[in-house]
């Protein structure tokens, strides 16, 4: 601020000192429904935080349903597929229920998969860990597949160790054990019952940071069950995973040949079906994709094997599979 003396023409007066007065300022008039105090709220945009928030919030749901897409690609498992959409809805209802202060059921979401070898349910299972993960149930959503040999041990007390650590490293996903059944397999002086004794403890202390899927044969599961009064009311879900049909088997096998960039010639895919019925007709556990897998993987070691003995292939022939190149010896 600029202040200016002046003097008259005696110099004998005192000086005269303008001082500027301060510029005008408008008036702000905040209106008051946006004054802040108590009984107030402050009406104003959406911090930063929030848009934020939404924008995760829109990411969850895009990754959801990317993981629902992935399940619906899949061969077959159509009553899977039902009870997992299911679970997706009955979580999703809890969190809204929770968000709006009414009573919610608790989430308890361990589970039975029975079915034999080969019917997707280690597949599933890595997939319900993300879905889970990215709706907010789970931390990590990671999968630990062990069986058997992972949780019991050779002395009294190694047991118990053995299965903390698998499920300490499971902690915020899934824990999958394959063939739970054997664990109660062995008499009285086995050890497995030592680690079931573990897991249900895991179960009430990490209910809300752990999944525990158990899996086998569905005979073998329903036995099991049946040996420990407790287990079966701790696992309320429970999924039957069915053989596939030979429609479905056919599918699958055509499938992993694309992937692998062979196709298969009209021939070629009436010989594949008529080799998967025989299995069908003639193995227990025919009825499954890892089968199937074997012999896509023979079948394309026997069109190598045909082709090596030409000087040259065309691009064509590497793509092709012919009938005589699927054959069930061995398998």
Known sequence: MTIRIMFGPDNQMPPVI????????????TPVADMAGIGRVRKSNPSSIEKDRDKDK?????????ILNELESYIGLIIVKRLIR????????????????????PLVLHMIFKGNPGTGKTTVARLIGRLFKEMGVLQK?????????????EYIGHTAQKTREQLKKALGGVLFIDEAYSLARGGEKDFGKEAIDALVKAMEDNKDNLVLILAGYS???????????GLRSRFPIHIDFPDYTIDELLAIGKLMFKTRQYELTTDAEDT?????????????YAGN????RNLVEKTVRKQAVRLFQKPSSSREELIQILPVDINLENL
């Open 141 to 153: 959503g990671h999968i630990i597949e062990c069986e058997r040999a992972d949780l019991v041990g």
């Open 289 to 292: 994709a890892r089968l199937v």
């Open 86 to 105: 299911d679970l997706q809805a009955f979580v999703e209802i809890q969190k809204r229920r929770t968000h709006e202060r009414l009573i919610a059921e």
């Open 272 to 284: 594949l079906r008529f080799h998967l019925q025989i299995l069908l007709s003639s193995h227990r």
């Open 58 to 66: 829109d990411k969850d749901k895009d990754k959801v349903a990317e």
């Open 219 to 229: 005979q073998e599961m329903d036995w099991f069950l049946q040996t420990n009064p």
């Open 18 to 29: 303008h001082t500027p007065l301060p510029p005008k300022t408008e008036q702000i008039h």
